[in-house]
Each structure stands twice: as structure tokens, then as C-alpha cells.
């Protein structure tokens, strides 16, 4: 495929053996930069509006640790399971879907329910009443 003229430079050049520079950056520093420039801004984003309702940016944190908790054990276990299955042998992609999605929420309610018990009914309870609610205006 031919590029025009003016798209020509833009491209990396390809050379022999090797990957361009510009697609590594692109798919494996930029993700990790903006990972961390988010991370940086995350205090001085929340901390000013929080200052105006007098709220502390640590009642957040408080208040959102065990979910955030259970999301990095879901992740982790569900990367340790891809690695052991999908180190060894190819599943299709429908496949995969099938059995890493449900492994991920047994992961993430089980942590749920071993740390805060509290919590999970909470959002249980509010997952119910928000059916209930599409339930009766579909009616």
C-alpha cells in the first residue's frame, strides 16, 4: 500500500529485524504515562472542590479502598488464570469470555464478602431495586 505524500513522514520507517520505535511508545509507554500523569493530577482535581463542601479527599479514599481492593485481587487472579490456560493452549476468543468474565465476578463478590460484608449487601440491595425499578417502567 502506497501512502501519500504528506502521511510519507509521519510513517515510521521500517527496518529489517527490527520494530519501530514510535508503535512501542505508542502501545507500551504512552498507557503508562498517562497511568501516572492521572495518578499525579487525581489529589489536586478532588482536593479543591473537596475543600469547598469541606469533605477530606481521605473520606474518598476511606469510603472506595475495599472496592478497589477487590478489583486488583479480580485482576490479578484473572491474569494468573489466562496465563495458566492460555500459556499451554489457544481458546477462541468466545470461549475465553465465557470463563474469565465469570471467574472475575466470583473472585470480585467472594473478596467483596470476605472483607466487608456490609458493602456487598448494600450493593446487592441497590442492584435489586435498580431492576426493580426497569421492571415496573418497562410494565
Avoid: H
Avoid at 520507517?13 to 507500551?28: D, T
Avoid at 473537596?50 to 477487590?70: E, H, K, N, Q, Y
Avoid at 491474569?79 to 473472585?107: D, E, K, N, Q, W
Wanted: net charge positive; proline share 7%; no cysteine.
Amino acid at each position: 500500500m502506497r501512502l501519500p505524500p504528506r502521511l510519507r513522514l509521519l510513517a515510521p520507517r521500517r527496518r529489517r529485524g527490527r520494530r519501530p520505535v514510535l508503535n512501542i511508545y505508542i502501545r507500551e509507554a504512552l498507557p503508562a504515562d498517562r497511568a501516572i500523569v492521572t495518578l499525579l493530577m487525581l489529589f489536586p482535581v478532588f482536593r479543591i472542590p473537596f475543600r469547598f463542601i469541606r469533605l477530606w479527599v481521605r473520606d474518598l479514599w476511606v469510603a472506595l479502598w475495599p472496592i478497589t481492593r477487590s478489583t486488583a485481587a479480580m485482576a490479578i487472579a484473572t491474569v494468573a488464570l489466562r496465563r495458566l490456560i492460555l500459556g499451554s493452549i489457544r481458546l477462541p476468543t468466545v470461549l475465553a469470555l465465557l470463563i474469565f468474565v465469570p471467574f472475575g465476578a466470583v473472585i470480585y463478590f467472594a473478596m467483596m464478602y470476605w472483607r466487608n460484608k456490609a458493602l456487598l449487601v448494600e450493593s446487592l440491595t441497590l442492584a435489586r431495586t435498580a431492576i426493580g425499578v426497569f421492571a415496573r417502567a418497562r410494565a
